[in-house]
């Protein structure tokens, strides 16, 4: 097939007008075109108000693709490489099982390769399967009551499922092809295949985990849920058990721990026990709330219901610091995501549909371990608690969230309430001053940076756009430190995996690294 790049067309465009273009780039009669394959779908709003849907494209054609090529001389196509994973195969099933721990995107990922691979694993979960996890969220954001055992963190799917369920990725990897396929194969929608910032959305993302589940049961795999990890057993070295929070004992040789970045209780276990571990760099700060509208006319120049409500991507490098946009939720909602009692916690939420009237995203400050109060391999974790029991205490001590409108914030003055931007965030907000619940180093960094960002998105620093604190688990700030064969460096046979052993930032980046572990364990095997 022909790759061709950079077809550009109008929002209200056709699929005929597509082919019709690349027959153009080509300089061959449309009805030449056999096949016209989406690779890419972006928008280009540089020259707003006139925005483009720009393609990228793989044409199948009548004749000599090669010789087509040359005559049409167009610099933009090229011959379409092929870019193709297969997952590893065990020739015979190892004597003992491996054991996967966590069931988020990392564990899940890991899980499903290991059980196509004929390894029969077996899959140890804290929190509920996705049908009762949605109901304990539910009734969290409605009431105030917290389940710490199910919740926005904890369950089958992990923190993604309650998100926009972002795909992209700063990862170029080949496997990123064949986790996309995967998910679509659960019931998430064909066009993630291409889009440039592909998103599945948390009410499609309940069916696509459940889904995988399925897979991997079908495959010979084993998932348990309600079933927390209290103990690793080693002998001379090595990996022999994992003991349970019923008392069990679970016989096995490689576990891989791909426990999230919530899971601070295992982070505090597997200090005691001497796993090598290092306090990393990590990023806190509040969720921002715009109107959509706001947003959309911003980046386009205009509202127009043909094309998706807009994104954005923003970063300011101040003398110190840094201060960022993160898992921004086009139509999405600020969601309770506390895992602890006496803790509050905020992240971002869209449906599928993003339809939701305000916009919103994380806007983090990053802090190293020179910043963090205290010292050694958890102290940044231990910094991301006092933050959030300040914002508890703030908000009233019945979860919900301390909140400020960015004119007062800039003011340094108390809010009373909210003006044109209402806050989306359940069980409900507190009006008040967030200088007094976060730190210094947090809230003069956003001081400096939400004039400069203004700069380049018009509105970002209105005086009525909601901040909610705090974001505090946009990533681990823990690296469980392990090996060129991935596994621990303390601990053969532990494989630490994904977002909340420090090696990952994201839905798909997770996704990629769970596979890679198993992939590892599956060649010592």
Known sequence: MIRIREISLPPEHTVAQLSYEAARALKV???????????????????KPDVRIVYTVDVAVDGNEGKILKQSGCKKASIAPVVYYKPPRLNTPPAKRPVVVGFGPAGMFAALILAQAGACPLVLERGEDAVSRHEKVQAFWQTGKLDTASNVQFGEGGAGTFSDGKLNTGVNN?????????????????????????????????????????????????????????????????????????????????????????????????????????????????????????????????????????????????????????????GGYVVAAASEEGRVV??????????????????????????FPGEGPLAG????????????????????????????????????????????????????????????????????????LDGNLKGFAHPDAVLTAPETRSSSPVRILRNEERQSTGLAGLYPAGEGAGYAGGIMSAAVDGIMCAEALLSQL
């Open 29 to 47: 009669s449309n009805s030449k075109i056999r096949r016209v394959k989406i690779v890419k779908r972006s928008v280009d709003a540089r020259k």
């Open 174 to 330: 080949p496997r990123i092809g064949w986790v996309l396929e995967q998910l679509v194969a659960a019931g998430a929608r064909e066009s993630i295949l291409f889009d440039a910032k592909p998103h599945v959305g948390t009410d499609v993302l309940l069916t696509v985990v459940q889904n995988i589940r399925q897979r991997i049961i079908s495959l010979g795999g084993e998932v348990r849920f309600c079933t927390q990890v209290t103990n690793v057993l080693e002998k001379d070295g090595h990996l022999t058990g994992l003991e349970l929070s019923t008392g069990e004992v679970i016989d096995c040789d490689n576990a891989i721990f791909a426990i999230g970045h919530s899971a601070r209780d295992t982070f505090e276990k597997l200090y005691e026990l001497g796993i090598p571990m290092e306090a990393k760099p990590f990023a806190m700060g509040v969720r921002i709330e715009h109107l959509q509208e706001t947003v959309d006319k911003a980046q386009y120049g205009k509202s127009d219901p043909v094309l998706p409500p807009a994104d954005y991507k923003l970063v300011k490098h101040l003398d110190d610091r840094t201060v960022y946009s993160f898992c921004m939720c086009p």
């Open 346 to 371: 905020t992240n971002g939420m869209s449906y599928a549909d993003r339809e939701g009237v305000n916009a919103n995203g994380a806007l983090l400050v990053s802090v190293e371990p020179k910043d």
């Open 381 to 452: 974790m231990y910094w991301q608690r006092e933050m959030e029991e300040a914002a508890f205490a703030a908000g009233g001590k019945d979860y919900c969230a301390p909140a400020q409108r960015v004119g007062d914030f800039l003011a340094g003055k108390e809010s009373a309430g909210p003006g044109s931007v209402q806050p989306t965030y359940r069980p409900g907000v507190k009006w008040c001053d967030l200088h007094t619940c976060l730190p210094e180093k947090i809230t003069d960094a956003i001081e400096k940076a939400l004039p400069l």
